[in-house]
Structure formats: structure tokens, C-alpha cells
């Protein structure tokens, strides 16, 4: 065929006659999101209540502006906003966040969710509800809304709080449980099992493959990024995070889970890795992007005259919000040790809903298992208590000072002595330690056992059958693959010790601990046995199933130990590696400074000729190289000292500098010095941090002096990195350049609000 006759397919944006009805939606949804944004900015309000009253004003049901016409084209982008805000979520999420929460947040967190979803399925069936809709409504009601909270500590500065530690962690927990909540509530939706073996069934899987995937993530995704390190750029970062997320995303509903768990899952994985924070910060503006549509599309389902119709069950239901949570997160916080003081405060900060109650009720109608009145009802709901926690905020003080006049002084001595008592609880028992490592034990082998299992079952078995006209010779071949795949975590099941010190004390300590000590290693065995059976019992019958299982196993222990102890030390140890390379990765940064500096305390002695002399008369920079970082003058601390500040006997200064400007300065002092390393300072309020240079704090153009870094952190630039060059002790009049990473020592916090403002 010749080139002329080929037809020719022109892209639909060439058309100049025609423009998708998606693209004007889009840019009316935007334009509405754009005013109210700026709108409820001046009039300090949650931006995400602008978006849903912009979507009320462009949606069906309001008809005195213009009206988005591909509603259909709209509810696609809101469903991409659920997974790039849950993926987003994701990255600021991580196992050692969870695991850093506290007994008392995790506590808290979890009675207060079980009452208010035990309380808002009571209160939909009090108003005759579908079992259904009270369910959800329960979810609906139970999760607060982080992004509102969060905003409302940075505009009161109640960030510094000691129950503001209480309600982080308690909303980690609430995040955790609402997509595991939008799991279990679309399991029930679809299959109409409410009990039983199918949830039990639900929960397992779920369980299962989200152990799985950050096995399988945190072994896999550090080294690849690592192998692939020197083509990595913002751009590839921005890409592959994002296919990372949607490829999860659609691996999540193949295996019938929610395409939102996958999003959150991806990003728990990413958050691990050593360019978690980076992808964070790129994925940002497309997650306000994709967010913005989905808050909108949110208020373009709130229908008015339903809203109306329903004022008193969101009166009411804003009522059983506001009241359950202050109870109830009281409560919990109250029975896991904290004072009273702290657990009114965290609950008068928490009395509001928000963006997860607007995914749980979009899955609802999505799903069409609950009625049309449930969404404007939630909205409505949120909305309220959104606009009442400011005022709550400000009534905790007076609230926990009624309490305590109305209730007697004896309840308060014991509240108090409950309260001091669970703090001194520290220590873990010998017992406790033993089975947490052992459930660890187990979980961590038998999920891959098991997943090796069933790609053998689907996979393995078929495939050697299909090349492999002989049978016996296909199983055989299937088997001996298998095997080989799943003995190094069978070895682990049977062999590995467990906690050496705490499970040579209990057995030392007392005979009664022989019988369950010794039942424990039993359970292993019998487990590895176990599945090791159900491997091989897809390729032979039962009883040679058995006979096969105890030799293999034999012959694994016998011939085979110290090879599979050693495989799977490294697999654990990469393992381990990656899952601490973040952390790892963010030590050395602090440690190992521009100039390998460190920290020396140095004590000025009554005899030094630096005694009664100013800063800049000793021109300590000009002479040794080095900075004073702050003087301890007694019990007061002068961070930063300036130029005209005088050096007295027995002043204790920081001095910032290497190990040969040290030592020459040491010298001249004739002092004895006490080297601190960066990241253990001996003053917790210092600390020596870089701030990136962009278009977020301004910076460019000005020289250190005019940038206005010394007032703002009380602090002293010591260094800046340009284009791979090292500057030390930089003039006053440096002027400061795109890109330029500027390192100073001062105030901690007054550093870190700086940075966040280059953020």
C-alpha cells in the first residue's frame, strides 16, 4: 500500500470544531475550585469544605451557575483522586511510624473506633436504617479527618502540645483502619456476609496479601532502585512511582481487593525506601490536583432538598460526633495511662470527620448497596463538626476544669495514681518477648511459604505438564523447583532460635516454663510439616504425602542445615538492610557533614586569653576555622552568639569545626575538650541542618545577611554546597544561588519551620 492511501488517524485535540465535554467540565471544575480555595483561605477555613461547596455550586442539583455535563467523565478523575490521595497517604505512612505509636495511642485509637462504629450502627438502626447503611454510617463516623486537625495545630501552634504525640498517633491508627475498613465493608457489600467463615475467609486474604507485598516490596524495590540510581532523575522518580501505584493498584482488584488498598500499600512500600521523601514531594501537587476534583465531585452528589429533607438526622448524627468522640477518645486515652488533662485535650481535637468518611460513602453509592440519602448526610455532617473544632479546640481547657470541680477529689487521686502507675511500666517481660518473636517467627515464613505453594499449584505444575509429556517426570520437576524455593523458610520455621536471651531465661528461671517452652517448638514443627504436605499433596496422593513430607524434612535438617541457615541469614540480612536503609541512609547525612565536623564542648578556664575578649576580637573563623555554635553561661544558654558577645571563666561554648581545626584550637586553649557527635548534641534545642535553596523560601538573590537565617533561626550558616564545591565559613555577603544546600547550626525548631517553609 502506498503512503498516499494509508488513512490517516488525526488526534482528537487537532479538532478545532469540537472540544470534549470533559475538558470544559474540567475547566469549570477547576476555575469554581480556584475562587472558593482563595474564598475559605482569607476566611480561615479548611480548603477541602471550599472544594465541596464549589462542587455544590457546579453540580446537578444547583442550577444558577454553570453545570459540569459528563458527570460520568467526572466520577473517573474523582476515583483517580481516591487512589493518588490514599497512594500520598501511603508515603507518609510507615511500618516504623506504627510501630514508633504508643501503647497508649494504639489503645486509644482502638476503643474509640469500636464505640463510634458500635454507636453509629445503633443510631442507623434507631432511625430504621438498612443493616447496610448503619454499617456504613458506622465507618462513616469513626475515622477523623487528619488533614483538618493537622491544619488547625499549625494555625494555633499547638504542635509542641504534649497530647498533640496522643492525637498523631491515634489518627496513624484511624488512617490504618479506614483502608482496611473500605476493605472489609465492600467484602460484606458484595458477598452479603456479615459473619461467619466468608469473613473470616476476607479478613485472612486481606491480611495475607498485604504481608506479602511488603515482604516482597522491601526485598525488591531498594535494590532496584539502587542498580538503577545513576539514570534516576526527577522526572524517572515522578514515572516510575506512579507506575509503581497504578500497576499495584490493578495487581489489587485482579486478586479482588480494593484498588485503594493497593494505592496505600505502594506508597507504605515506597515510604521505606530511600527516595520515599523525594517521591513524596514530587507525587505532592498531582495529589492537590487530583484531590481538588475529588472533593469537588464530592459536593456535586449533595443534593439540597435531600439535605433539607434529612436536617435532623445530621443535627442529630453531628451531635453523636461531636459528644462520642470527646467520650470516647477520653475514655480511651484515660484507660491507657494518660492524664486527664491530655486525654480531654486530644478529645475535644478530634470531634470532626472528613476525607475517608467521603471515600467510605463515595464506595457505598459506588457499590450501590447504601441509599441515595447517606452521602448528603455524611457531607453535611463533616461540614458541620469541621466548622465547630475551632471552638471545641478553645473549650478543652474550660471542659477538663468542669470535669474535675464535678468529680470527687478521690476519683482524681486515683486517676492520677493509675496514671503514674501505667507510665513506670517500661520493661517487657521474658514471656511477652518470647511470643511476639515467635508470632513474628511464623507469620514472616509462612506467608511466603504459602504464597510459593499456590504459585505452584497455578503455575509451576501447569507449566511442566505442558513441556513435559511424562507425568512422573513433570511432577517430579515441579517438586524438586518448589521445594527448593521454600526450604530456606521452612529451615526458618523448624530451626531458627528464637530470642536467644529472653528464651534462655524462662527456661533457666523455672520448670513450669519447660512444658510451653517445648509445646512452642512442637507447634513449629508440626506447622512446617504441615506445608510442606500441602505441597507436595498436589502431586501425590495422602498417604505417600505424609511418608515424603518427614523425609524431606529429615533430610533438610540433617545434610542440609548449615547451607539453608546460611541462605536464608541472607536473605534475612538484605532483608533487614533494606527495610533500615532509609533510616540508615538518613544517619549518615546527619553524621557525616560537608566537612566531616563535629561538635567539641570546650570549657574556658579562668587563666585562657580568651577570657573578657569579644568573638570578634578573637576571630576564632579567621584564625582556626571554627564556629561557636552556642555559650552555657551557668543555667543560661546564648545560641548563636553574636560578634560583640564576651568569652567569661568557666563558659562552656560549642565549637563547630574538623578534627584538625579542633585540635589546633584545643591547643591554643589549653583546655580539655569533650567531642560530641552531630547527631547526639548535648543540647537538644541545637542542631546543625540544611536548607535547599528554591523557589519556595526566597532566598535566591540575597546574601546570607539579607536572607534574614540568623533571626530566623538564631542560628549561624557554617557552610554551603554549589555545584559539588564546598564553601566553609562563608562571608556574610555570600549571595545565595538556586539549588545551593546551606548548612547551619541553631534553634531545632526554628530550623525545622524554615524548612518547612521551603517545602
Known amino acids: 500500500m502506498h503512503l498516499a492511501s494509508r488513512p490517516i488517524c488525526y488526534p482528537v485535540f487537532l479538532s478545532m470544531n469540537h472540544l470534549p465535554a470533559l475538558i470544559s467540565d474540567l475547566a469549570l471544575i477547576l476555575g469554581a475550585a480556584g475562587i472558593t480555595a482563595l474564598l475559605f483561605r482569607r476566611l480561615k477555613q479548611p480548603v477541602v469544605l471550599g472544594y465541596i461547596i464549589a462542587g455544590l455550586l457546579v453540580g446537578p442539583n444547583f ?19 481516591v487512589i493518588f490521595l490514599l497512594f500520598a497517604l501511603g508515603l507518609e505512612f510507615s511500618l516504623k511510624k506504627l510501630a514508633k505509636v504508643g501503647p497508649s495511642s494504639g489503645i486509644t485509637g482502638i476503643i474509640e473506633i469500636g464505640c463510634m462504629m458500635l454507636t453509629g450502627y445503633v443510631a442507623g438502626r434507631i432511625m430504621h436504617w438498612s443493616i447496610m447503611d448503619s454499617l456504613f454510617l458506622g465507618g462513616i463516623i469513626s475515622i477523623s479527618s487528619t488533614t483538618i ?28 483502619v479506614a483502608v482496611l475498613l473500605m476493605v472489609l465493608l465492600s467484602t460484606m457489600a458484595v458477598s452479603r456476609e456479615f459473619a461467619g467463615w ?16 511488603f ?37 489489587a482488584e485482579k486478586v479482588g481487593l480494593s484498588a485503594a488498598l493497593g494505592a496505600f500499600v505502594m506508597g507504605s512500600i515506597l515510604s521505606e525506601t530511600v527516595y520515599g521523601d523525594k517521591i513524596e514531594h514530587l507525587i505532592h501537587p498531582i495529589k492537590n490536583l487530583f484531590g481538588a476534583v475529588f472533593f469537588v465531585s464530592v459536593g456535586m452528589l449533595i443534593d439540597p432538598a435531600i439535605l433539607w429533607q434529612f436536617r435532623w438526622p445530621v443535627l442529630m448524627l453531628t451531635l453523636i460526633v461531636i459528644i462520642g468522640k470527646i467520650l470516647f477518645v477520653t475514655a480511651g486515652a484515660v484507660i491507657a495511662g494518660r492524664p486527664l488533662k491530655q486525654a480531654v485535650q486530644a478529645g475535644a481535637r478530634m470531634t470532626q470527620i472528613g476525607e475517608f468518611s467521603f471515600i467510605i460513602a463515595t464506595l457505598g453509592l459506588t457499590l450501590n448497596v447504601t441509599a441515595n440519602y447517606l452521602y448528603p448526610i455524611a457531607v453535611g455532617v463533616s461540614v458541620l463538626t469541621t466548622f465547630s473544632t475551632p471552638f471545641l479546640i478553645k473549650l478543652a481547657e474550660p471542659l477538663h476544669n468542669s470535669i474535675v470541680k464535678s468529680m470527687p477529689a478521690k476519683w482524681t487521686k486515683r486517676l492520677d495514681t493509675y496514671s503514674a502507675g501505667w507510665q513506670l511500666i517500661k520493661a517487657e517481660s521474658d514471656w511477652r518477648i518470647v511470643v511476639k518473636a515467635f508470632v513474628q517467627l511464623i507469620t514472616l515464613n509462612a506467608v511466603p511459604i504459602i504464597a510459593i505453594i499456590s504459585l505452584s499449584r497455578l503455575y509451576v505444575k501447569p507449566f511442566f505438564h505442558s513441556t513435559v509429556e511424562n507425568n512422573m517426570l513433570a511432577n517430579l520437576f515441579a517438586i524438586i523447583l518448589s521445594m527448593a524455593a521454600i526450604m530456606p523458610f521452612v529451615w ?6 528464637i530470642h536467644r536471651n529472653a528464651y534462655k531465661a524462662l527456661w533457666l528461671d523455672s520448670k513450669y516454663n519447660h512444658g510451653p517452652l517445648v509445646a512452642i517448638e512442637v507447634l513449629r514443627g508440626l506447622l512446617a510439616v504441615f506445608l510442606v504436605s500441602v505441597l507436595i499433596r498436589q502431586y501425590f496422593p495422602l498417604p505417600a504425602t505424609i511418608v515424603i513430607s518427614i523425609v524431606v524434612l529429615a533430610i533438610m535438617l540433617i545434610g542440609f542445615n548449615n547451607r539453608l541457615q546460611h541462605f536464608y541469614q541472607r536473605i534475612e540480612q538484605r532483608f533487614l538492610n533494606n527495610l533500615a536503609e532509609k533510616e540508615n541512609s538518613n ?7 560537608p566537612w566531616d565536623a563535629h561538635l567539641s564542648r570546650i570549657r574556658i578556664s579562668p587563666t585562657s586569653q580568651f577570657v573578657g575578649k569579644t568573638l570578634e576580637e578573637l576571630a576564632l573563623r579567621e584564625r582556626f576555622g571554627v564556629n561557636i555554635g552556642f555559650v552555657q553561661r551557668g543555667n543560661r544558654w546564648i545560641y548563636a552568639p553574636s560578634r560583640m558577645e564576651k568569652l567569661y571563666p568557666y563558659d562552656e561554648i560549642g565549637v563547630i569545626g574538623t578534627d584538625i581545626q579542633l585540635q589546633k584550637f584545643s591547643v591554643m586553649v589549653e583546655t580539655e575538650t569533650d567531642e560530641v557527635p552531630i547527631h547526639d548534641l548535648i543540647c537538644a534545642e541545637i542542631d546543625l541542618e540544611k536548607i535547599v535553596v528554591n523557589e519556595h523560601n526566597g532566598l535566591r538573590g540575597q546574601s546570607i545577611r539579607e536572607s534574614g537565617i540568623r533571626e530566623k533561626t538564631n542560628g549561624l550558616v557554617v557552610g554551603i554546597e554549589r555545584n559539588g564545591e564546598r564553601i566553609l565559613n562563608p ?9 545551593d544546600v546551606v548548612w547551619l547550626v541553631g534553634e531545632r525548631k526554628k530550623i525545622a519551620l524554615l524548612q518547612s517553609a521551603a517545602e
Open 492 to 497: 526458618a520455621l523448624m530451626a531458627k532460635k
Open 63 to 81: 442550577s444558577l451557575f454553570p453545570t459540569v455535563t459528563d458527570v460520568e467523565g467526572i466520577s473517573i478523575w474523582a476515583e483517580t483522586g
Open 731 to 739: 562571608s556574610s555577603h555570600t549571595l545565595l544561588e538556586w539549588d
Open 198 to 213: 466468608p469473613m473470616l475467609v476476607a479478613i485472612g486474604k486481606l491480611l495475607f496479601f498485604i504481608i506479602l507485598w
Open 587 to 593: 544517619q549518615g547525612q546527619k553524621i557525616l557533614t
Open 149 to 176: 486537625i493537622f491544619r488547625a495545630f499549625e494555625e494555633l501552634g499547638i504542635k509542641t502540645k504534649q497530647f498533640t504525640a496522643l492525637v498523631m498517633g491515634v489518627l496513624i491508627i484511624e488512617d490504618l
Open 215 to 251: 515482604m516482597l516490596g522491601i526485598f525488591l524495590l531498594p535494590i532496584s532502585f539502587k542498580k538503577a540510581s545513576r539514570w534516576i532523575n526527577n522526572e524517572m522518580l515522578l514515572v516510575v512511582g506512579l507506575g509503581l501505584c497504578l500497576g499495584m493498584v490493578v495487581f
